[in-house]
């Protein structure tokens, strides 16, 4: 999946090319490495709450940088009426990724 690959990055996982075909693969610790294909931003909040915490460190909790407030909202739509989902939350993370690296 595309946009895992771009969070990881984001995280500034450690990359390597392997295989006849030198597919990267990402590094989560020292023993477990994932294939974009098997990066699970998308399906674990195990995954994609370090993001949100990541997004919230480079924004430098500014509440007034309306991309971090937008997820904010998410995760809080989430929490209190269950209203969305992680997918809601995986789409708002990528967006503000998005967002983060046209500005840097």
Not at 53 to 69: A, H
Request: charged share 30%; aromatic share 10%.
């Amino acid at each position: 999946m595309k946009d895992n690959k771009l969070i990881a990055e984001f995280m500034g996982l450690p990359k390597e090319k392997v295989g006849l075909k030198q597919e990267v693969i990402y590094g989560l610790n020292q023993d477990d490495w994932y294939t974009s294909d098997n990066l699970n931003y998308h399906l674990s909040w195990d995954w994609l709450m370090p993001v949100i915490q990541k997004v919230n460190e480079v924004s430098g909790y500014n509440d007034y940088n309306t991309d971090r407030l937008h997820i904010q909202r998410v995760l809080d739509d989430c929490i209190s009426e269950n209203a969305v989902g992680i997918d809601e939350v995986h789409k708002a993370v990528v967006e503000f990724i998005k967002k983060y690296n046209r500005d840097e």
